[in-house]
């Protein structure tokens, strides 16, 4: 099985910062990329940002200057830190990794449970 576990979610004021961690564990063979979704209420789930394991990232153009993501290939981890956070950054935020059990697998998504983040005005 795989599992990842998300953490660092909270209440903040808006212009403050919070740091984003999911790890991965179980049978993992390759990971191809890991990144953060999120989901506001009454909206659907959109990208916020992606990191592959040639280190190649993508950002939302909501938060392209306030956010930056980095991965630990070693731990599994990904991580997003958010600076500058606006009341619109409120939303349940998934961790997703693309990856194969197996060297025979195909890759396949899999996602957290989501981490809340609230930024308050």
């Known amino acids: 099985q795989v599992r990842l576990v998300e953490s660092g979610g909270g209440l903040v004021q808006g212009g403050g910062s919070l740091r984003l961690s999911c790890a991965a564990s179980?049978?993992?063979?390759?990971?191809?990329?890991m990144g953060w979704y999120r989901q506001a209420p009454g909206k659907q789930r959109e990208l916020v940002s992606i990191i592959t394991s040639s280190n190649n990232k993508t950002y939302a153009d909501s938060v392209k200057g306030r956010f930056t993501i980095a991965r630990d290939i070693a731990k599994n981890t990904v991580y997003l830190q958010m600076n500058s956070l606006k009341p619109e950054d409120t939303a349940v935020y998934y961790c997703n990794a693309r990856l194969r059990k197996t060297w025979y697998d195909s890759y396949r998504d899999y996602w957290g449970q989501g981490t809340q983040v609230t930024v308050s005005s």
């Open positions: 179980g049978t993992i063979f390759n990971i191809n990329a």
